[in-house]
């Protein structure tokens, strides 16, 4: 076969996601997004802008948020990931972050609501306590159509306060 016609090779990869090691074959290239959602069944991994715009494939690399999207899959061989499928616990409880977006109705769409609860799981993680503005920052690459984020940056903050966090914050006035 002419080598400008053949196809480029595939490679079997062992991906550790949400726990758990699943093999892919994956050619050259293929990106993160795409594994995730059709080889990993990792479907809460949302293709919005496909350009690094929109966060709404959010995912957690060794606890950083990356965009699928644009992350080659085979550049995180080796390293844990967690999508939104990771939050809800064996028991099927659900992670005090999906349920604060659930109590503060920071889901209309949910097409961004992946992406937000991941890149707000890392803030978390790192920021048990984290103001508002600090919690603004961390979503200020994701963004939503639908809520106007009143309601995710409250959610994001009532997380934390359920978490152990800051019991005594206040939450932000809802918007009108
Ligand atoms: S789909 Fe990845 S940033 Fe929009
Ligand atoms: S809830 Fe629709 S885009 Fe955010």
Redesign the pocket.
């Known amino acids: 076969m002419d080598a400008r016609t053949q196809k480029p090779a595939r490679q079997v990869v062992e991906l550790e996601v949400d726990g758990e090691t699943i093999e892919a074959t994956i050619a050259p290239h293929r990106l993160l997004v795409d594994v995730l959602r059709d080889a990993c069944g990792r479907t809460s991994v949302k293709e919005g802008c496909e350009s690094a715009s929109c966060g ?1 494939c959010t995912v957690l690399v060794d606890d950083v948020p990356r965009l699928a999207c644009i992350t080659p899959a085979a550049d995180v061989i080796g390293s844990k990931i967690r999508t939104a499928e990771s939050l809800r616990s064996s028991d099927g409880r659900l992670h005090a972050l999906q349920e604060a977006f659930i109590h503060h109705h ?8 992946p992406g ?1 609860l991941m890149a707000g799981l890392a803030l978390l993680e790192e920021n048990s306590r984290p103001t508002e503005q600090e919690v603004r920052d961390a979503i200020a690459g994701n ?5 106007g984020y009143v309601r ?1 940056v409250r959610a994001i903050l009532a997380a934390a306060q359920t978490l152990g966090a800051r019991p005594e914050r206040r939450l932000p006035e809802m918007a009108s």
């Open positions: 709404a920071a889901v209309q769409c949910g097409f961004c609501t937000m963004l939503c159509r639908c809520t995710i």
